[in-house]
């Protein structure tokens, strides 16, 4: 994919709003840079997840201009949005994971999207697995494991398909202190590897102990509050 | 670990669901399959009997024992004045035996029968091609008392129209029948799309393409009406096979009037065949119309 090195992600006075109702996000302007980190806080209700939804493609704004990997959204026909979609990995804060696969097919489903050959498939998922610890869980099935562990399974197959972008709602919000430290030096090590992180926190104490730039969303507006 | 039900990254249908579909399409197939065979099976009936009446004409001599000369006698006189004229191959007339067998059916087999004073009947073959025209032999005939000649037209006409009739209304029901099953898919594939909207939703967000999630739709409904199809194929076979027993249908003889056997075995096959592909276009119709509100 081609795109100009300096925007990975760009928006440009970007408002949403559900329906008919208020603006949720209002003249957000962003500029993502390929292998920048950045923290992304706001109190409940400001917008957060609506943002990431938009930073995913899930969803199109209802004013202003976004641009994901050079390509102008407003401009691009609907076909060619999931090879877009493929380049980001999201970490839902609520995991999403699909209880009728197992561990393993929960992780290799971005692969298979993009049509990686199994014997590929097999060695990259085995690797992933192993690298969040989770190797000797990969036949079993994602209810039967803990919250901490889950958030592991949606973070490898976030990462699996190496995304240029990894987005993260809450990644830490249900799993204790040690394991959200564990899952912020997965991201740490991601991000050295040259992957753009974003990660929605309201956890101060990680934002204080990983010094990187802090987004903060106020009443739908978006702020610098540490460069 | 990995399986290739693994492949499937939506959960397979609901076990309830599935077998009512199933059951739903096997009575539709069950019901298209009879309603083909019947029409079908008609279409050849009218033909058989339009051909094989065709270029046969009767002559019927009325019994009347104040005429002349006897039944018997004034039919041998109609046969021999008919082999005279053009367009006439044969004209036999029909014995006493013969003609109590063909009213046995009405009359019975008993010796009173004997008693009874019964028709002359001579059986003409006429030229298909050069038919001679009815009237001249008509006019013929009328110095044989009581003779009367009968191209079978008037009873043919009506019995092939029956028929005809008959055919299309049998492939009226076929059509609904395809239109009900073909319903039957697009709500389940409708249904289906409700109960994982969150699944679906998942996969549309990690970047799966309408038609990658839209197979996931297709691959069930194939299964489910390859299921259907089978299960009302075998259904249809065994009710044409009991019917053939209880109703004592001569298949021996109306089997051949519908082709080549292959052909009957390829036609029956073609049911659940076509079933199966039109569930899955209807599936990918329903799944790819609901997949294309998503942003």
């Known amino acids: 994919m081609v795109y100009d090195p300096k925007h990975m992600i760009r928006f440009e006075e970007v408002g949403f ?52 990997f050079g390509e102008d959204l407003s401009e691009l026909k609907r076909r060619h949005l999931p090879k877009l979609r493929r380049q980001i990995g999201m970490v839902f804060q609520d995991f999403r994971l699909l209880d009728h696969l197992t561990v393993f097919d929960n992780v290799a489903l971005p692969l298979r999207l993009a049509r990686v050959r199994d014997s590929s498939l097999r060695k990259d998922v085995g690797e ?17 494991l803990s919250g901490g562990q889950q958030q592991r399974v949606a973070i490898a197959r976030a990462v699996v398909a190496r995304p240029l972008l990894l987005l993260a709602d809450e990644p830490t919000g249900s799993v204790d202190e040690a394991t959200g430290t564990r899952i912020l030096r997965l991201f740490q090590e991601l991000h050295r590897l040259g992957t753009t992180v974003l990660v929605a926190t309201h956890n101060e104490l990680l934002i204080e102990r990983f010094p990187h730039p802090v987004l903060r969303l106020e009443d739908g507006q978006l702020g610098l509050v540490r460069a | 670990m990995s399986t290739r039900d693994a492949d499937v990254a939506l959960p397979r249908a609901e076990a309830g669901g599935t077998a009512l579909l199933v059951s739903i399409i096997a009575l539709m197939t069950w019901l298209a399959l009879l309603a083909l065979g019947a029409s079908v099976a008609l279409g050849a009936i009218a033909r058989e009997r339009q051909a094989g009446l065709a270029g046969r004409w009767t002559v019927e001599i009325a019994a009347d024992a104040t005429r002349s000369k006897p039944t018997e006698q004034r039919a041998r006189d109609a046969a021999q004045l008919l082999r005279g004229v053009p367009g006439v191959v044969r004209a036999e007339p029909l014995s006493r035996e013969d003609i109590r067998r063909l009213l046995s059916p009405w009359l019975g087999n ?10 002359g009947l001579v059986d003409v073959v006429v030229d298909a091609q050069r038919p001679p025209a009815i009237a001249e032999l008509r006019k013929r005939l009328a110095e044989i008392p009581g003779a009367n000649v009968d191209d079978h037209r008037g009873w043919v006409v009506e019995i092939v129209r029956l028929a005809r009739a008959a055919e299309a209304v049998a492939i009226a029901v076929f059509v609904m029948v395809g239109a009900i099953a073909i319903l039957a898919i697009v709500a389940a594939a409708r249904a289906r799309l409700a ?86 276009l209807a599936a990918r119709w329903a799944s790819m119309r609901a997949l294309r509100r998503l942003p």
């Open chain 1, 17 to 68: 709003r559900y329906g008919n109702g208020p603006e949720v996000l209002r003249d957000v302007d962003l500029d993502l840079a390929p292998g920048s980190f950045h923290w992304l806080t706001g109190a409940s209700g400001a917008g957060k997840s609506t943002l990431l939804k938009l930073l995913h493609l899930a969803d199109h704004p209802t004013r202003g201009r976004v641009e994901a």
């Open chain 1, 128 to 144: 992933m697995l192993d690298w969040v610890g989770l190797a000797d869980v990969a036949g079993a099935d994602p209810r039967t």
């Open chain 2, 110 to 119: 008993d010796a009173a029968v004997e008693e009874l004073p019964l028709p």
């Open chain 2, 195 to 280: 109960i994982h909207a969150h699944e679906v939703e998942l996969l549309h967000v990690i970047g799966a393409a309408d038609r990658w999630i839209a197979r996931q739709f297709q691959a069930s409904a194939l299964a489910v009406a390859l299921r259907g199809g089978l299960s009302g194929l075998i259904l249809a076979a065994t009710t044409i096979g009991f019917a053939a027993w209880g109703f004592q249908l001569p298949l021996d003889r109306l089997l051949p009037l519908l082709g080549p056997s292959w052909s009957i075995i390829a036609v029956a096959l073609a049911v659940p065949a076509v079933a199966a592909v039109a569930a899955t």
